[in-house]
């Protein structure tokens, strides 16, 4: 029986987990799929405070984990398949394994989002990615043609640091201004490697047959004017969805599928707290996935000591 389980091992995940085994808890921590999170697949992090120069993503989550396990956190690498909280203990399915906790911190972040076409599956990793930082220093990419899809901050920070490797990008986005930070937009612009493609939208990937991509077919969605681009890749960087699946029916969530928090980091069920980006829709960075960690530790802590009275 633990005390309490943390499900992700993101920003949120690990700084639950520093709070509950400083507070003598000894949490266990579910790594998902992807230990350290999506932020393991970025490349300096400009922005979380205390790291002036920056700081690469993995480090960061790698410095998180040790944290952590310092004060005593354990980690068992896995995935959470299911969830029973209709009744404490909390039984959890990891890797067909029951596990019971007394607590549970979800932290378990959110997926890159897909662009739903059928050749965007059949290339996947045969040149459509999801990540330029993993795959972005691949042989086929260099001194080619590349596109980036999206609008938003990780759309301009995959297409300026794919401009190390290929020969030209283009940044395909379905509106006429990017979504992203103005300094991540003005360094993209500025960037004579990176070539927008304003109000333009990928219908089709190309090419299914010769079991590659060579390049995508676009839609101008002001027009409907039809075009094509040569490319070698096609990153994929418009979004995410919240890896809240198997909570589904059990927890609040919103349409879009995020955790909706009752207060705080509580939720609807007592005993089960929320942290980082799978219940937040809105800010989605590091510093405030920490945060809510921390809260939601805090709340967890609380939570059981009134149980132990
Ligand atoms: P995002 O801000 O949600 O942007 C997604 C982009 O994809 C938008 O431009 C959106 O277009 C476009 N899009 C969504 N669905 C689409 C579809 N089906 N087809 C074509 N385009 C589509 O996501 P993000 O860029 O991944 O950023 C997520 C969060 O992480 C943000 O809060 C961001 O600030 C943060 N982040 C920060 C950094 C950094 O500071 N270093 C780096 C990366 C991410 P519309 O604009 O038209 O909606």
Known sequence: MENVVVIGSGCAGWTAALYTARANLKPLVITGQQPGGLLTTTTIVENYPGFPEGVDGYELMTRMQKQAERFGARTTFGTVEAADLSRRPFTLTVDGEPLQTRTLIIATGASHRHLGLDSEQKLENKGVTYCATCDGA??????????????????????????????????????????????????????????????????????????????????????????????????????????????????AMDDNGYLVPAQGASTNVPGVFVAGDCADHVYRQAVTAAGMGCAAAIEAERFLATQNQ
């Open 138 to 251: 691949l042989p086929m990419f260099r001194n080619q043609p590349l596109v980036v899809v999206g609008g938003g901050d990780s759309a301009c920070e995959e297409a300026t640091y794919l401009t190390r490797f290929g020969s030209v990008v283009y940044l395909i986005h379905r509106r006429d201004t990017l979504r992203a930070s103005k300094i991540m937009a003005d360094r993209a612009l500025s960037n004579p490697k990176i070539k927008p493609r304003w109000d333009s939208v990928v219908t089709d990937v190309l090419d299914v047959k010769q079991d590659k991509v060579t390049g995508v077919q676009l839609k101008n969605v002001k027009t409907g004017e039809q075009s094509s681009l040569d490319a070698a890749g096609v990153f994929v960087a418009i979004g995410h969805v919240p890896n809240t699946q198997i909570f589904k029916g059990q927890l």
